[in-house]
């Protein structure tokens, strides 16, 4: 009698074991269809654009001609912005990590996390009403001063609204990524290797120079990657911000745009091959930021053992 | 004297080449008060006086290192000077941000009905009448506030089963196989993917299955969960590992099962953080704007049904009130309304982040340690 209790209860355990190891994994399969699905969808959309005769797409030559002067709008717009962010990131990160008071450090991570928190529409709001009207004073600066150069090539803009300041918003929006993972890097530089160096009467920045940078490189690209892949994506900061048009070389001029930012000024009222169209050029931006972000992940498992970025 | 001069000497030969403890304040007030005098020839403004003080500050303090010091002290205060540099223009935007947003969002804000009407009905000649003759600015935030809640109650819905079951797989059932290692890797990939993509795929799906312009507030839905499922995983799956092995261990000991000593054991031990970290997913995807523009469409009126017709929602609604006032010759009314709605968003924002914290705080296991 006993045993049979036994096993029957035991039965009636094995059974919710099965259903719920098997609901785990059906969930986590449910993400890989997912991301399967987005890849597929975004295929099945796009190929009208891409079998279409080229006369019908915007602009009348093929989708090529359509997407790569947009394609490069955003590499350039994220080019700049980490240009601008890298170093500032590191050396914020450096500060929480190695110069600000222990007891303040992680108050202070907190206040970076905060730049984080901020909605993307309200960045691209500061960027337009704020930004935009402050900086193009410095914009007339550069282009009577160093206006032989291609890319502070005159007139200025007079709003401020160019790929220069969608670049400046868009650093501060990858500024708290790069800093908080390169921050649990340097904090996991070994304390022996940083006591050695200042044993041997190394000053702090030597310090870091030897010990805490060597360490933190593979992490500190990752970290950047992934910024990368952020501002390649980012819409709202270059849609609110940037008065578009056609490619040009000067940064200060109004003019480029941005894959994200040409979806979402023209998705909500475009129809038929038009949305084909945004949906291909959704799919392209799709490819680049998957192959940036899966460079990233892959130095970080590389790195793994040595890294608390993962 | 003969053992007193030795001492000094000594004294004096160690702190030879070092600049006193109180050189940095000497030079920082040289600097701003120079920097002040400059900025007087050419113009008053705070930004470009601590800007000149702070260069003044560099080269002052670096040069005095360099002479007093020696080359290896001074490279040393410049990249102190440069790094703690770097950490306050890090603030300025942020400060800046926060400080635009309460300047222009609290006239929003205060005005009556802002947070109780909709903008159904608002034309361009209201906000004309208001601008001629000063009177309040009509229309408010009350439907966009509605649909972020709707969309962003039924994303979490979708994701936190799917993220949280997930991360239980990982941790309990995954064992390092293979298939764990994918979704690991393709959950980190996710939480790269831009969110104007994951609003063009859930436009995708619904397009195939639903039919052509399908765009309500369920289709925002979906999209956030792309956004929210891999952010939910991680938290999760960080806590979850937290969870003492010995808990697990004592559990089966005593003859429980597996899903039981995970759903009697595990989980409440980690219940804190998961709703901590669903919380902090909550936040981020709530201000995300893209993906909804291009799956729910705009609206002016109140919308209850996620599953049918177009809706608003915050993030949308500053986006359209900016982009495309109300009355396109007269574009303040528009603009404090947006402002007024950014301000809404930041808080509430702000809220779910401190609740987070909070929610961390209160729940965590009392029995821990």
Redesign the interface.
Known sequence: MTTNSLTTSQGAGRAGDKVFSGATLAAGCLILVVLFGVALFLVVQAIPALVAPPADIQGGHGFFAYIWPIVLGTLIAAVIALVIATPIAIGVALFISHYAPRRLASGLGYVVDLLAAIPSVVYGAWGAAFLAPQISPAYGWLASNLGWLPIFQGPASATGKTILTASIVLSVMVLPIITSLSREIFLQTPKLHEEAALALGATRWEMIKMAVLPFGRPGIVSAIMLGLGRALGETMAVALVLSSGVLTASLIQSGNQTIAAEIALNFPEASGLKVSTLIAAGLVLFVITLGVNMIARWIITKHKEFSGAN | MTVTAPVARKRSALTKGQLPAFAPYIVLAVALVLGAAILALIGFNAFGWGLVSAILFTIGLVGWSAAVEGG??A??K???C??????L???L??V??IW??LV?GIPGIITPGFLTTSMNGVTGAFDNKSVEEGTKVLGGVYHALLGTVQITLLATVISV??????A???V???NDRV??R??T??????????????G??A???F??VVG??TKTGAVAAVALS?LM??VV?RSSEEMLKIVPNELREAAYALGV????A??KVVIPTAISGIASGVTLAI?RV?????PI??TA??ATSINNNVFGGWMASL?TF??TQ??NPTSPSNPDPS?QR??GA?LV??IL??LL?LGARLIARIFAPKAGR
């Open positions: 290896r002290k490279s040393d410049l990249a102190t440069l790094i703690v540099g770097s950490f223009v890090a603030l935007p942020l800046s941000v635009t947003v222009n089963p799917v993220g949280l079951l997930t239980i797989y990982l309990e059932y995954g298939l764990a994918a979704i890797f393709f959950v980190d990939v996710m939480t790269g993917i831009p969110s104007i993509v994951a063009l795929f436009a995708a799906f397009f195939v052509p312009g792309v499922i891999p995983v099962r597996k899903w039981r995970i759903l936040a709530i201000g995300e704007t893209a523009l291009v469409g705009f993030p500053i986006y900016i982009l603009s947006a402002w950014a968003l930041i924002v702000m982040n």
